[in-house]
């Protein structure tokens, strides 16, 4: 079974940052698109940004020029670095991944279990 695993949320002050990383595992043929969602409570999950195989990457308008998005393709491994966080950069951060589990499959979309990000003063 492919599993996503989110790790390196946590507290951080306005301004602060944080490096947000999501490795998969289990049968995997192969890994496309990879990105991060994002979702506040009471509102609906959104984009953040996702970066294809060859690391061209696609970002919100809220966090371009803030977030880097990256993946090391020989971990299966994405990352996310979140600078000058703000208030309403908090929520749960969903990893997410177009993935292959053998030849004979076709690409799905794999979702981590979400990890808290919360910006308080």
């Known amino acids: 079974q492919v599993q996503l695993v989110e790790s390196g949320g946590g507290l951080v002050q306005p301004g602060g940052s944080l490096r947000l990383s999501c490795a998969a595992s289990g049968t995997i043929f192969g890994i496309y698109t990879m990105g991060w969602h994002r979702q506040a409570p009471g509102n609906q999950r959104e984009l953040v940004a996702d970066i294809t195989v060859g690391g061209v990457p696609n970002y919100a308008d809220s966090v371009k020029g803030r977030f880097t998005i990256s993946r090391d393709n020989t971990k299966n491994t994405v990352y996310l670095q979140m600078n000058s966080l703000k208030f309403e950069d908090t929520a749960v951060y969903y990893c997410?991944?177009?993935?292959?589990?053998?030849?004979?499959?076709?690409?799905?979309?794999?979702w981590g279990q979400g990890t808290q990000v919360t910006v308080s003063a």
């Open positions: 997410n991944a177009n993935i292959r589990p053998t030849y004979f499959d076709r690409g799905r979309d794999y």
